[in-house]
Structures are given as structure tokens and as C-alpha cells.
């Protein structure tokens, strides 16, 4: 069985810290996808990120970087210099080849603090 | 493009009644998904359609129903409502691309309650 599991239920950090989220994936195939959204207050779930199981090349997209670890089964989201506007429910996802479907995490909730 | 749609955006049921959802898509996508979110437990697949004419259940199927009978659209029924089923509804859509995992693209959400 698949499973995706975000321990940290909610991050506090005050505007310019950098923070980690962490994402720890479980299943028994080797080819999957993994995946980051954030949900804004707003509502909306916008795509951040995919990542496939054969590339464990470190991503960064300008304050955002992404880690991913096989070894680990972990895929960690990264904001440096974090901002207000960062504040929001991320949700690491996992999908497994061959299924249609996207297996989410709990999501953790991050406040950034002016 | 207005992408992935819902109607309504807000809604109040009494237990027992019942309504239908709508999620219409304008991107071709031939994947189609309902989630539920409730606090807490993240997002939760009710039913998914991989075509036209197509579903399948997901992981909390039970007191609802889908049908898609265009590519475009995808609805979801709830025949009998109960409180239990008071959420938050994402439609989603995926495009089909061999040997890849497309990014599903979400909605605005739907929020029901159920009284």
C-alpha cells in the first residue's frame, strides 16, 4: 500500500527564516511520481512540483528547493527567506505508476509571521 | 482558458436531500477526480473517471455518485444527504500522457453543509 506522511501538523516562523517541510513517502514500486501543492487561504490547491522516482537531481525554483531522497523515501520542501505570502497548507503527494490515482498527506500549515 | 470549474461554490443541504455537483474542464484532460477535504486528513479521492462514459471508485465512495457523459464534465451526486458528508469538494483534471504522471489541475472547491 501506498502511503504519504507529513508529521509536522503546523510550522510557525517569523517573514525571512527559512523552513523545512517534511514529506516521507511509503510504497513498493519503483516507479512513482511525487509531488508538492500549496493551498493559499484563498482555497485553491496550486501545483508546485514533480519529481519521478528516477531523478533524485535536487530542484531549486527561486526561494523554493525540493530534496529528494530515495534512500530515506523522503521528498523535503525547502523555503529560504520565507514571507508572508508563503503562509499557506502544503501537501506533499504521492502517485504510483500505472494508478490514476494521487495519494496526498495530511498537509502542514505553515504562518509566517511579519 | 478558465481551466477546471465548480457550481456552486457554497451550498447548505437538510439531511436528506440531495444535489448534484458540476466540474467542467476546457483543457481536453481525459482524467477526471473528486476529492473531499476535511480537517485534518487531506485530500480523500471520492470517484475518478479515466474517459468519457468511464468511472471508477476511489478510496471514500460510499453515499455518492458520478457520471460522466461528456468529456468536458464530470458530476457528482449526493442522493441522500447526511451530515457526515459536510466538506470541502475539489474536481480535478489530469491530461493522459504515456509513461508520465501529468500534475492534476484543481478547482476552486465546492463547500457543503450538510445541516
Known amino acids: 500500500a501506498q502511503k504519504v506522511t507529513q508529521a509536522q501538523t503546523e510550522i510557525s516562523v517569523v517573514e525571512k527564516e527559512d523552513v523545512t517541510l517534511d514529506c516521507v513517502y511509503e510504497?513498493?514500486?519503483?516507479?512513482?511520481?511525487l509531488f508538492w501543492y500549496k493551498q493559499p487561504p484563498s482555497g485553491e490547491l496550486v501545483f508546485l512540483i514533480r519529481r519521478n522516482s528516477f531523478d533524485e537531481q535536487n530542484e531549486i525554483s527561486g526561494r523554493y528547493s525540493w530534496n529528494f531522497q530515495k534512500s530515506t523515501s523522503s521528498f523535503n520542501f525547502t523555503i529560504t527567506a520565507s514571507q508572508v505570502v508563503d503562509s499557506a497548507v502544503y501537501f506533499c503527494a504521492l502517485s504510483v505508476y500505472n494508478t490514476d490515482k494521487l495519494i496526498f498527506g495530511t498537509g502542514t500549515r505553515l504562518q509566517v509571521f511579519p | 482558458n478558465a481551466g477546471v470549474t465548480q457550481t456552486p461554490k457554497f451550498r447548505v443541504l437538510k439531511t436528506g436531500q440531495s444535489m448534484t455537483l458540476l466540474c467542467a474542464q476546457d483543457m481536453n484532460h481525459e482524467y477526471m477526480y473528486w476529492y473531499r477535504q476535511d480537517p485534518g486528513m487531506g485530500l480523500r479521492l471520492i470517484h475518478y473517471s479515466v474517459g468519457e462514459g468511464t468511472t471508477a471508485k476511489g478510496e471514500v465512495p460510499d453515499g455518492y455518485n458520478v457520471s460522466r457523459l461528456k468529456k468536458q464534465n464530470f458530476l457528482l451526486g449526493l442522493e441522500s444527504a447526511a451530515p457526515s458528508q459536510t466538506s470541502v469538494y475539489f474536481c480535478a483534471s489530469r491530461l493522459l500522457a504515456e509513461g508520465l504522471y501529468n500534475e492534476q489541475f484543481f478547482g476552486p472547491g465546492t463547500r457543503l453543509t450538510v445541516l
Open positions: 510504497t513498493r514500486d519503483t516507479t512513482y511520481y
